[in-house]
């Protein structure tokens, strides 16, 4: 018996065994149906099996069979398939075996997955294989694993992969160890990664906890984009029971997807959408937060059966007393909605909701008794659900308060008089052009990763060299007091506060973050809302006239910036479902808007040709910007820089002795208005 052959009986066998005895036959006639030897083999499996008992783990003959697909197994260490040197097994499924390889021609590790023979028989599958891969392979984001090359050599057809060091999602959840803010870290990171996908007309289908892995520095990546639908096909009620173990593995039959983890449509054997990954993500954070699936019956009809017909358990028992358990429940009941037309509509949909979340958690205060904030373990937050809920802890919490407003007045009183002889001295911020080198160095480097962490999740920490291009721009900028050419900083950011109402309203509505919005027409318009640039880029936000038409705005319009903001904001949304929206794909998406989202494509393909472990940012391109064409060298390096140098004045007024609030303020106030 070849691995390969192993492989589908070892599946047959354990869903069978997963059933009640009086189940399996049913299972074994429809699965085994054009396949005489499979029945029989599998059969004689389970008469072992049943014969031993408990007595041994395995029946002789499993064991012999194992004997010899790890003789084998052994046999292809040091094997090369094509360019790839077999360094170990990593592990295998239906699928077919995974190895860890060296690409010999680029010194690299990679995960390289072959294909079994019975499988590739099938050439309508095949093909369809090796489009879906190579799909997957063009997706070019953070949370999705590089597909590096799809390819035979020596009748052995192979996917070769980026090599991930790090834990599955499975394994995160089994280790009982995860933080609330790290459930949300993971789950921004894999909706993100999805909507990538999605925008690129993919569609994962088989989203649980074992197709993702986190690295060791906490960055996800999405698993076998494109291969589960190689297995796609007419679905049956039977099929579907054949389909997964309780240890979650992908169906081999019919249908896809993995009992547990698949929607109502995929259960049922309907067309999906994106709608279905998002359901699939809703069961995974349900997962992550409770330790348990929202729908785990004893067998596998069990399971459907919830899937079709009944809601899951709340998250936690007596959340409704704390606001961000209940935005947590909300999410999940979205997520999970049974009808798909009531669920998130697309993945950009749920990580608004997900962000504000974090938002939220990062907000609360570590030090307040009973509160979840992001280093709340996860196995703690049903213990602080139950508390606050208590009649006593109601109670008790008044008790405090009145203690508190004694000790307030008496407080205050006391700082009264002791204040009555004089006011007190309170240190300002120290202007930015009364520091030296070094400490205006130190302040740009803390005020860009402030600036990072408003754009979104995981900003990067930047070296010498690029926090100095920052602050060459910061410098560039304060100089123009001097520069009776150029407007003060108090004229160009004292004109930017009328507009800011309008385009926080714009870029809240298409999710994107307000600070983007914010300070963009500094450094394209200087906040100008009829500027006209040489090449004839027109408005607030520069657009060319047909690229204005193409987002709604009339040549006429250009300068009302009502409808210039809303535009920008489309504009900008479409580069973050091309580009991603963590904070490091977000200077991607800034660098888009001088440069073009394909130009953007292109460079980062280029350093990927040399670089496959290349951190996926504008900083790693100005780092490289030599290999890069003429224009980013003399332009677009600095365009980035000069979006962080803008922000930076305009969140620190008192540095740069500007009479005013930070920008970002006027910002929220429109937003806490609506």
Not at 396 to 406: E, G, I, Q, R
Request: glycine share 6%.
């Amino acid at each position: 018996m070849t691995p390969e052959r192993w492989q589908q009986v070892e599946e047959v066998l354990q869903s069978a065994l997963d059933l009640p005895e009086a189940e399996r036959a049913e299972l074994l006639t429809e699965v085994c149906a054009h396949d005489v030897e499979l029945h029989r083999e599998t059969m004689s499996l389970i008469a072992a099996h049943d014969e031993a008992g408990d007595f041994l783990e395995q029946s002789a003959l499993e064991r012999d069979v194992h004997i010899l697909v790890e003789d084998e197994e052994l046999s292809r260490i040091g094997a090369e398939i094509g360019p790839y040197t077999i360094i170990q097994r990593l592990g295998g499924g239906g699928m077919g075996e995974v190895y860890l390889a060296e690409d010999e021609r680029l010194g690299r590790l990679v995960a390289l997955k072959t294909l079994p023979p019975y499988f590739v028989s099938d050439s309508e599958r095949m093909w369809r294989f090796q489009t879906e891969a190579r799909a997957a392979s063009a997706l070019n984001h953070t949370n999705i694993l590089t597909v590096y090359e799809v390819g035979e050599a020596d009748d052995t057809h192979f996917i070769a992969t980026e090599y991930i060091e790090g834990q599955t999602i499975r394994e995160l959840i089994q280790s009982e160890n995860l933080t609330v803010g790290e459930v949300f870290d993971i789950v921004i990171q894999l909706v993100s990664g999805l909507s990538a996908a999605h925008a690129a007309g993919i569609v994962h289908r088989d989203i649980k906890p074992d197709n993702i892995m986190r690295r060791k520095d906490g960055v996800l990546k999405i698993l076998d984009f494109g291969i589960a639908k190689l297995i796609e096909g007419p679905a049956s009620a039977v099929s579907t029971l054949a389909s997964s173990r309780a240890t979650n593995r992908t169906e081999f039959g019919a249908l896809l997807g993995t009992i547990g983890y698949i929607s109502p449509e995929q259960a049922r054997g309907f067309d999906v959408d994106e709608r279905t990954d998002i359901w699939s993500c809703g069961v995974v954070l349900y997962e992550m937060l409770t330790g348990r699936r929202p729908f785990a019956g004893a067998t596998n009809a069990d399971t459907i059966v919830e899937i079709l017909e009944r809601a899951p358990a709340p998250l936690f028992d007596a959340a409704g007393k704390i606001p961000v358990l209940r935005m947590m429940q909300r999410i999940a009941d979205q997520a999970l909605s049974k009808n798909a037309e009531e669920r998130y509509h697309s993945a950009a949909e749920m990580l608004a909701d997900l962000n504000a979340v974090k938002t939220e958690l990062t907000l609360a205060s570590p030090g307040k008794k009973l509160a979840i904030t992001r280093e709340t373990p996860v196995k703690e937050v049903q213990g602080i659900a139950n508390a606050n809920a208590s009649p006593r802890r109601r109670n008790l919490f008044a008790l405090v308060m009145s203690a508190t407003l004694a000790v307030l007045l008496t407080g205050a009183f006391l700082y009264y008089r002791s204040n009555s002889r004089g006011p007190a001295n309170t240190p300002a911020q120290k202007i930015y052009a009364q520091m030296n080198d070094a400490e205006q160095l130190s302040f740009v480097s803390e005020q860009e990763q402030r600036v990072s962490a408003m754009m979104g999740d995981r900003p990067v920490k930047l070296n010498d060299e690029a926090l100095r291009a920052i602050k060459a721009q910061v410098d560039s900028f304060v100089a123009r007091k001097r520069d009776p050419d150029h407007e003060g900083l108090p004229v160009v950011y004292g004109r930017a506060a009328p507009y800011i109402p309008v385009i926080a309203r714009a870029f809240t509505a298409r999710r994107i973050p307000v600070v983007i919005g914010v300070y963009l027409p500094m450094i394209e318009s200087a906040y100008k809302p009829c500027y006209v640039n040489s090449i004839g880029a027109k408005g607030l936000f520069q657009f060319l006239p047909a690229t204005a038409e193409q987002y709604g705005v009339a040549r006429a319009d250009m300068c009302d910036v009502d409808k210039m903001a809303p535009a920008a904001a489309h504009y900008i949304a479409d580069g973050m479902a091309e580009l991603g929206d963590d904070s490091q794909s977000m200077t991607l998406v800034l660098l888009s808007y001088n440069r073009g989202a394909n130009s953007v494509r292109d460079s980062l393909r280029l350093l990927r040709e040399t670089d496959s472990n290349y951190e996926r940012n504008f900083w790693t391109l100005f780092a490289n910007r030599d290999k890069l064409d003429e224009t980013f060298r003399h332009e677009s390096a600095d365009y980035v820089p000069a979006f962080f140098a803008a922000a930076i004045i305009g969140e620190n007024p008192e540095a740069f002795e500007l009479r005013m609030a930070p920008l970002s303020s006027f910002a929220n106030e429109a937003i806490n208005k609506r």
